[in-house]
């Protein structure tokens, strides 16, 4: 992994909005090496916008966010270009993220038969899984996992999971938002609706 500091991810007093509405207030927690915690909620309760927030890509309505250690996101957008080949859209991130033995992540992810298909042609499942190979290459400590077994068979989802299991094993951190059970040692839970706003307990 990347980095020689121990990593950290935590957010104090945190709050999200969307337009107009308050998504969630008074959000804390704390993640240190080899912990993942797994964000739960329904849809339009402010989990993606939580990663956002986490991730850098918005600003928060209040409080603050903490990471020490290298960040990688994985979330709908693949970040892979569309046009590309999938082998050529990896091998240009490979390049900037000086990952020297990409070969492990397209194994575990069973790529190779898809190294030649251009991106925009992958299912949902192959992307997620192109775009979970392009994380692995990143060797960053922190990840922020926006429901990564969507799209995924059964057989994949175990993979993903005992990927994370392993990155975690090896003193990284995880934070996942997922709709589905997450088979994972010593997982904590973060409910976001228990940080909404008391109006939007009402009625």
């Not at 890509?57 to 960040?71: C, D, K, N, Q, R």
């Not at 994972?184 to 609706?193: C, P, S, Y």
């Amino acid at each position: 992994m990347q980095g020689s500091q121990t990593p950290s991810l935590s957010a104090n007093d945190l709050a999200c909005r969307r337009g107009d509405r308050l998504l969630f207030r008074g959000l804390s927690f704390a993640l240190g090496a080899g912990e993942a915690m797994h964000v739960t909620g329904a849809n339009g309760t402010g989990k993606t916008t939580l990663i956002r927030a986490l991730a850098g890509l918005l600003t928060p309505f209040a409080g603050s966010v903490s990471i020490e250690g290298g960040l990688g996101l994985l979330d709908e957008r693949t970040g892979l270009d569309p046009d590309l080949q999938l082998g050529k859209a990896l091998a240009f991130w490979e390049r900037i993220d000086g990952c020297g033995n990409p070969a492990g992540a397209l194994a575990v992810l069973g790529l190779e038969p898809l190294l030649d298909v251009p991106v925009r042609y992958l299912s949902t499942g192959q992307r997620k899984r192109a775009a979970m190979a392009a994380l692995l290459n990143r060797s960053v400590p922190v990840w922020l996992l926006d429901e990564p077994l969507a799209g995924l068979d059964t057989e994949t989802i175990a993979k993903v999971t005992s990927l994370i299991q392993l990155h975690i094993g090896a003193g990284g951190i995880a934070l996942i938002a997922s709709h589905q059970p997450l088979a994972i040692e010593g997982l904590k839970t973060l409910a976001i609706e228990d940080f909404a706003p008391a109006q939007e307990h009402a009625g």
